[in-house]
């Protein structure tokens, strides 16, 4: 199991279309892929869940990733919130 944490920068937090692109990124690995936010946890492959966490601008979630290929999942999901997820 890894984890580490990591800051939205997205303006606007994680409406449906970053939502949408991080699961996407997700999904393209086998490991169970999920993040802290608040005290609760959602599935980062899940459009709902991700979209249920309510996660705002500046808001800092940690993923935790496990499973055969969760070292690669986690730098793609990592990489893929700090490039902002389709969004400057």
Same mark, same amino acid.
């Given at each position: 199991? *890894?984890?580490?944490? @990591? ?15 991080? #699961? ?10 999920? =993040? ?10 899940? *459009?709902?869940? @991700?979209?249920?966490? #309510? ?6 979630? %940690? =993923? @935790?990733? %496990?499973?055969?290929?969760? %070292?690669?999942?986690?730098?793609? *999901? @990592?990489?893929? *919130? %700090? ?6």
């Amino acid at each position: 199991m *890894v984890s580490q944490k @990591v800051t939205i920068k997205n303006p606007t937090g994680l409406h449906l279309r970053p939502a949408g692109i991080l #699961c996407k990124e997700a999904m393209k690995f086998q490991a169970l892929i999920t =993040f802290n936010f608040k005290g609760g946890t959602a599935n980062a492959k899940s *459009v709902l869940s @991700v979209l249920g966490a #309510c996660i705002k601008s500046g808001d800092s979630i %940690e =993923f @935790v990733c %496990e499973g055969d290929d969760e %070292e690669k999942a986690l730098q793609a *999901v @990592v990489l893929a *919130v %700090e490039s902002g997820l389709g969004e400057s």
